[in-house]
């Protein structure tokens, strides 16, 4: 696991021009996508990078990792909505190329289909993630199985009332989701997980000087094989050397 402790800015532009070599490298590569506020910053330089004629999504697909259940696409609390306003309607990729899963219908279904589709895909080759203050990864909430594939999750109170500050108010936050699995996220080929605050010092230091456990659903990361942690110094503040 490689560890970076940055500024904020800067771990954007080097996130985002890793994207921008992949995607250069390989017209056929496919991203793994993440929302909440993290990768905002690094989805703007995605689209400044297009905009100037840096680089081309056409042939790219992309998977997202999550979606809450019973919003649906026009919902603007959905991340199908997220993803189209923050990266997909400002570049060129082809919206049929990116999925999110679906949190409507059968949604059991759904989540089994997930995982055929990216395995049909051929798999991530590069998987943006953020982090949750409870060390969360997508909707993988504490005490998840690490061997878990895409599935149906029950938000815990500490991510609901996280992400309430994107609602009116805290009950209008679903209290279940749809997302990939650790066992899903950990077929990646390259992994890239950003933090950001001291909201998320407690999760990193785990991550980084935790024993691996089901309880910080992050620390599976560290027996991945191409993982950088990127850290700003609030959110590396509690990591010992
Ligand atoms: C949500 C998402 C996660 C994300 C986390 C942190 O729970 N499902 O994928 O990493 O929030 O969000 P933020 O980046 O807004 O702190």
């Given at each position: 696991?490689?560890?970076?402790?940055?500024?904020?800015?800067e771990?954007?532009?080097?996130?985002?021009?890793?994207?921008?070599?992949?995607?250069?490298s390989?017209k056929?590569?496919?991203?793994g996508?993440?929302?909440?506020s993290?990768?905002?910053?690094?989805?703007?330089?995605?689209?400044?990078?297009?905009?100037?004629?840096?680089?081309?999504?056409?042939?790219?697909?992309?998977?997202?990792?999550?979606?809450?259940?019973?919003?649906?696409?026009?919902?603007?609390?959905?991340?199908?909505?997220?993803?189209?306003?923050?990266?997909?309607?400002?570049?060129?990729?082809?919206?049929?190329?990116?999925?999110v899963?679906?949190?409507?219908?059968?949604?059991?279904?759904?989540?089994k289909?997930?995982?055929?589709?990216?395995d049909?895909?051929?798999?991530?080759?590069?998987?943006?993630?953020?982090?949750?203050?409870?060390?969360?990864?997508?909707?993988?909430?504490?005490?998840?199985?690490?061997?878990?594939?895409?599935?149906?999750?029950?938000?815990?109170?500490?991510?609901?009332?996280?992400?309430?500050?994107?609602?009116a108010?805290?009950?209008?936050v679903?209290?279940?989701?749809?997302?990939?699995g650790l066992?899903s996220?950990?077929?990646?080929?390259?992994?890239?997980?950003?933090?950001?605050?001291?909201?998320?010092a407690?999760?990193?230091?785990?991550?980084?000087?935790?024993?691996?456990?089901?309880?910080?659903?992050?620390?599976?990361?560290?027996?991945?094989?191409?993982?950088?942690i990127?850290?700003d110094?609030?959110a590396?503040?509690?990591?010992?050397?």
């Amino acid at each position: 696991m490689e560890v970076k402790v940055l500024k904020s800015e800067e771990i954007n532009n080097e996130v985002s021009n890793r994207i921008i070599n992949l995607v250069n490298s390989n017209k056929n590569a496919i991203l793994g996508l993440a929302t909440g506020s993290t990768p905002v910053g690094v989805y703007k330089k995605l689209a400044e990078a297009y905009k100037e004629g840096k680089v081309s999504f056409k042939t790219i697909r992309s998977f997202n990792l999550d979606e809450y259940i019973g919003l649906t696409e026009d919902n603007d609390q959905s991340y199908r909505y997220f993803m189209n306003h923050n990266l997909f309607d400002h570049i060129d990729i082809d919206k049929n190329n990116t999925k999110v899963p679906c949190g409507l219908g059968d949604v059991e279904k759904n989540a089994k289909d997930y995982d055929a589709a990216i395995d049909a895909a051929g798999g991530i080759d590069f998987q943006i993630l953020g982090i949750g203050s409870d060390g969360h990864i997508a909707f993988n909430e504490p005490g998840t199985s690490f061997n878990e594939g895409t599935h149906i999750a029950e938000l815990t109170d500490q991510t609901i009332t996280d992400n309430a500050r994107f609602f009116a108010k805290k009950e209008d936050v679903p209290t279940k989701a749809i997302t990939m699995g650790l066992a899903s996220i950990m077929k990646a080929k390259e992994i890239v997980l950003i933090a950001v605050g001291a909201n998320k010092a407690e999760a990193v230091k785990e991550l980084i000087n935790g024993k691996m456990s089901e309880d910080w659903p992050c620390t599976i990361l560290q027996k991945h094989n191409n993982v950088t942690i990127y850290a700003d110094e609030a959110a590396y503040s509690k990591v010992t050397k």
